[in-house]
């Protein structure tokens, strides 16, 4: 244990959520309650060996090839916002999901759910911008299938995606692969997705207009493994933020983590729009960036190929993995204190992806 | 063209319906509604060349191996029906269309959609459902999704499966392989999946109690390839039922299809309940059986190893491929007459898987 190290050795998760009797929308936030139904209905349920990993994909071997295999579905409401639609969600949320784990995608399923009565001109416009992301990041569509329900059910639009990709050879990363002594980076500025969903959403106006982030990450970490294969967990920190993301990280790999809070880049009308409404942008969803555990050797240069690329070019050291409180995320504040870092319990902005 | 064969050479395809400028329920129906808003708005947005085949599943190479890959969504009501669930169809769904191209399915992605509000207890039914399913397919859940919409939306709880299996070497199954000469065998008797929900759905007796046959095929596809990798083309008549399956296929392959109704195996609990109802059993749903279109020379062989393995004992030849009408499916009744079996617009039954 370092001698700075506060302690936290009283402390507790939240109480088991275990018993709650009907679904609340925080089980969708990728928080606690998420990660709850996960393993109190989904994982005994399922019974896999895979699942049980619960990373953002599945590694699988088929075939002699390793592959990497991931779903999402998406929910966002509006279906078009700043910076982006439902449809580039669909594509670049998958793609990132298998990025986390080293892998190109390849290849995209696609399901439609559509509300009966929608405008099949919207249905039209979606699709256009689903096949445009899927063309930007170098992933084909292969196969689709599409669902209708009475007006009334659904909601216009329901996507889902899942998507295969290649695993390099020697590549092996995941949440449970930090060890104290790593160096946490983060791509770029945080809270925009969130935030530009929300204002749209609400009818906000923050002064400055702000856009979703909402990017495929496969050319960014490819860039990153040119530099070293040794990169140990990377993560999008999508829905519960850079808290949800590192909380998880700490809490899969048994090992405390330290953030400088001056350090995470959050831009002025991200900042702005929290305050403004009550938010921490360390918990606001981010759909075009990555957080990353990289060992200290390897740091410098994997910091500089990030910079060099137009998705890391605002990457930033923003903490490290330490022995000390295994578990859990804590935040040295600018005045020099320090706070826990909570894993959200749900999501403070629902039905943003 | 065979002597007696019917002249359709008038025929037309029904109108073009591209300009529905809303979303009716057909389009979710599986029948020329769904294929039209795949060819005018999917796969000239998406327009990737697998997408193009528009199989039940894509095969795409990775790493050197040959995969299957397919997705479907659930939008089944009610949730329970007699013989399965939304869980066993979100498996047996998505594994039937990997084993229509030979594929054993390995690994299962699942997303679910739930409304905000459905018990807890009915989510973790389903997903132990889904679960057992899985292991009797002998496949693994290995990633997953869940997202939580407002109460008012969604319906309770909506699933989206994906798939991916290796195709074994020397099989080529796709529905372009249908030649003249092939014969059609069917795995059993049909209509049960679709008239076992509207069953409970509408709260309808029909004197017999009728179970979905909601059955994995991975097993009998591989009983069969062990006759012969030469099976030119499978299907799984499911939404649409038997007509849109095989009228997929002449209309891919661009042969002409006899069938002799008197073979169509409709068991009489089925009949009946469509007499009632004005439904044509050929059209009704199935969930565990499939079209196989066979070289003549194979033909007895196959069909005698599916007689012998439990999924496939009611199997029956039906009808054969032949040069005349290409595109089109045609019916000998059983008094000597013929028609023609039409793609159909929609579904005569919406929300069965």
């Known amino acids: 244990m370092r001698d700075d190290a506060p302690d936290f050795s009283g402390w507790t998760c939240p109480a088991p959520l275990r018993d709650h009797p009907r679904i609340v929308m925080g089980h969708g936030g ?20 895979v699942l049980a990993a619960l990373a953002d994909s599945a590694t699988v071997t088929l075939g002699g090839a390793r592959l990497a295999f991931s779903t999402d579905s998406y929910v966002v409401r509006p279906l078009f916002f700043p910076g982006g639609s439902i449809g580039d969600l669909a594509v670049n949320g998958t793609v990132n999901d298998l990025a986390m784990s080293g892998a190109r995608a390849a290849y995209l399923s696609c399901g439609f759910i559509l509300e009966e009565g929608v405008e099949t001109s919207v249905v039209a416009r979606v699709a256009e911008a689903l096949g445009a992301a899927a063309r930007a990041a170098g992933v084909e ?98 829905r519960g933020g850079l808290a949800a993301a590192v909380g998880e990280i700490a809490a899969a ?23 403004i409404l009550g938010l921490d942008p360390m918990y606001v969803a981010n759909e075009g960036k990555l957080v990353a555990f ?39 504040t600018g005045l ?18």
């Open 253 to 275: 790999a048994g090992v405390g983590v330290v953030l400088q809070e001056r350090s995470v880049p959050v831009p002025p009308e991200v900042a702005n729009a929290c305050a």
């Open 30 to 49: 990728g928080g606690a309650l998420s990660a709850e139904l996960v393993r109190h209905v989904f994982a005994p349920a399922f019974g896999g060996p």
């Open 294 to 332: 990289v060992p200290r050797a390897e740091a410098d240069a994997v910091l500089a190929a990030m910079r060099a690329h137009p998705l890391g070019a605002g990457a930033a050291v923003i903490g490290e993995c330490v022995d000390a409180h295994p578990g859990m995320v804590v935040a040295r």
């Open 336 to 353: 020099g204190g320090t706070r826990v870092v909570d894993l959200p319990l749900g999501e403070q902005l629902p039905r943003i992806c």
């Open 141 to 238: 569509v292969a196969t689709g299938d599409t669902k209708v329900v009475e007006a009334g059910h659904g909601d216009g639009i329901y996507l889902n995606t899942a998507g295969i990709g290649l695993v390099p050879a020697g590549v092996d990363i995941r949440p449970q692969r930090a060890v104290p002594g790593d160096v946490v980076i983060v791509s770029g500025p945080i809270g925009l997705h969130g935030v530009a969903v929300l204002s749209v959403r609400e009818g906000l106006e923050f002064g400055v207009a702000v856009e979703s982030d909402c990017a495929a990450l496969g050319g960014l970490v490819e860039a990153m493994l040119a530099v070293t294969p040794e990169l140990h967990v990377l993560r999008d920190p999508t």
